[in-house]
């Protein structure tokens, strides 16, 4: 055993898996070996969920099943609904509900109790997680906003769906094809904290619902989501000061600010996935008749490889398609665990194939040999 720490344990293969394949010197990610250029744009979420729970595309009739028995379960319990209206009475913030919500789903859940090593009750279980929880955040931010929810349509798709209930209005093509790619490029990226946390979680054999609830407590954290939403403020920052994009983002540079949304700790080189979302911002912006929040993007891009080395990331585009459709900023995170849960449990059901429990060692670098005194004599 090796002695050398490794801090966040960087570069330090942990275990092997058969979900994402990410190459961050050639800019490459694929889902069990299909690359994303190739199926973002065409597959649905849905169409990812099968291939990313049972390693490969579902069959037409094999989607339709899966699609519809998604679909049924979206509704939530009656109380479930009453403790999102607590929260939202409450201002909670909306990774703190989305943490709650999760852990309260599996008091209503008939496969709680299921063995771990059930995979059929498993598969059930992150169905229905998967579904309910854009139920759960659309109810959140209507009821918050003094609003009542939306119920979820079966007719509809996954993304189409959850843009229905947030704003009781079906989203247009545009909208829908953009929000359901944003779903399929953030399902799965390898072992990223949350989905390690998921994966320690499970390694106990603890269940689903706890698994899912720990990714989420780790996605919360600043270093990990809500990058998007600090994009999303630079850029309005930028257009409220009248300034060029380009001389914003120097005098940010010089000042020593960190410009959101670019660098990654894997790619070394452009996100693969920025690209795609980039286009989705473009056309969102034509629909619209106001281009600037892309544009804006843009400029950015090409100052920042002008005067860095440094690349955009997944975040960095889907900021301003999040907002170009009309997205409250402070669910941007929020609705990076609707999609990254499809990854989260996929890795989940993988490490009870062959699970072995996941507990590394620290190196103890305290004082030692120091003599325990007494209460009573001590000054």
Not at 151 to 156: A, C, Q, T
Not at 164 to 184: I, K, Q, R, S
Request: charged letters at 25%.
């Amino acid at each position: 055993m090796s002695d050398e720490v490794e801090r966040g344990l960087e570069g330090v293969v942990v275990s092997e898996s058969r979900l994402s394949y990410i190459d961050g010197d050639a800019g490459e990610l694929g889902y069990r070996g299909y690359a994303i250029e190739d199926f973002a744009r065409e597959a649905t979420y849905e169409e990812v969920l099968s291939l990313l729970w049972n390693g490969d595309w579902p069959t037409p009739a094999e989607h339709d099943e899966f699609a519809a028995r998604l679909a049924a379960e979206r509704p939530l319990d009656p109380a479930v609904y009453d403790l999102i209206e607590e929260l939202a009475a409450r201002d909670e913030n909306p990774m703190a509900m989305m943490r709650t919500v999760t852990s309260a789903l599996s008091a209503y859940d008939p496969d709680a109790d299921a063995d771990p090593d059930d995979r059929e009750a498993n598969l059930a279980k992150g169905c229905r997680i998967t579904a309910k929880l854009p139920t759960a955040l659309a109810a959140f931010d209507r009821l918050r906003k003094g609003s009542a929810p939306v119920d979820p349509r079966e007719d509809l798709g996954h993304a189409e769906n959850f843009l229905y209930m947030l704003n009781d209005e079906v989203p247009d093509g545009v909208a829908a094809d953009a929000f359901d790619t944003a779903l399929v490029l953030h399902a799965d990226h390898g072992l990223n904290a949350s989905t390690f946390a998921a994966m320690v979680t499970t390694s106990t054999l603890s269940d689903l619902h706890s698994g899912v609830t720990s990714a989420i407590g780790t996605l919360a954290g600043g270093l990990h989501g809500g990058a998007n939403q600090n994009v999303m403020r630079m850029l309005k920052e930028i257009d409220a000061s009248d300034a060029d994009p380009d001389a914003w983002i120097e005098a940010a540079v010089e000042d020593g600010r960190r410009i959101p949304g670019f660098g990654h700790r894997v790619y070394n080189v452009r996100d693969p996935r920025a690209a795609i979302l980039a286009s989705y911002s473009e056309r969102l912006g034509q629909e619209s008749g106001n281009p600037k929040w892309y544009d804006y993007s843009v400029a950015i891009e090409e100052h920042m490889a002008d005067v860095t080395d440094l690349a955009p990331n997944v975040d960095f585009y889907s900021a301003s398609m999040y907002y170009q459709m009309g997205i409250p900023m402070d669910i941007y995170t929020p609705i990076f665990s609707l999609s990254r849960v499809g990854g989260w449990i996929a890795h989940m059901l993988e490490q009870y194939e062959d699970n072995r429990l996941i507990r590394p060692r620290a190196r103890y670098v305290g004082e030692r040999d120091r003599e325990f005194v007494r209460i009573d004599e001590r000054e």
